[in-house]
């Protein structure tokens, strides 16, 4: 009964990994330079290199939303090269030095203005 049990684990786990990232290894095949055909296999088909957006990252999308520009994409970036993390934002609850967080408060001084 045990040995069932565990191999259905080992199943249940193997199934999570292969939904969860199959899609992005057919992605990273298709979009990898094909040396026979002189171009990715996705270029190949739709006539331009895949479009890749933040939504593909990891970051959660409640601090997505708030991004903005591309030094707001640099702040964010920064933040995770502190080494020194004592104080976490107050509203995103990321960790960084200060109590609220520069990205955090500029979308405040945008959402009060409007």
Do not use: W
């Not at 009964?1 to 992005?24: G, I, P, V």
């Not at 004592?86 to 955090?104: D, G, R, T, V």
């Amino acid at each position: 009964m045990e040995e069932r049990n565990a191999f259905y684990e080992k199943m249940d786990k193997y199934y999570k990994f292969k939904s969860t990232n199959l899609n992005f290894v057919h992605f990273q095949k298709n979009s990898s330079f094909h040396r026979t055909i002189g171009r990715s296999p996705y270029k190949a088909l739709f006539g331009n290199d895949p479009n890749i957006r933040l939504r593909t990252s990891n970051l959660p999308s409640d601090l997505l939303k708030k991004l903005i520009t591309e030094e707001d994409l640099k702040h964010i970036s920064q933040i995770k090269k502190i080494k020194k993390r004592s104080i976490a934002c107050s509203i995103c609850k990321a960790k960084n030095n200060e109590i609220i967080c520069q990205l955090c408060n500029s979308s405040k001084k945008n959402t009060n203005s409007s």
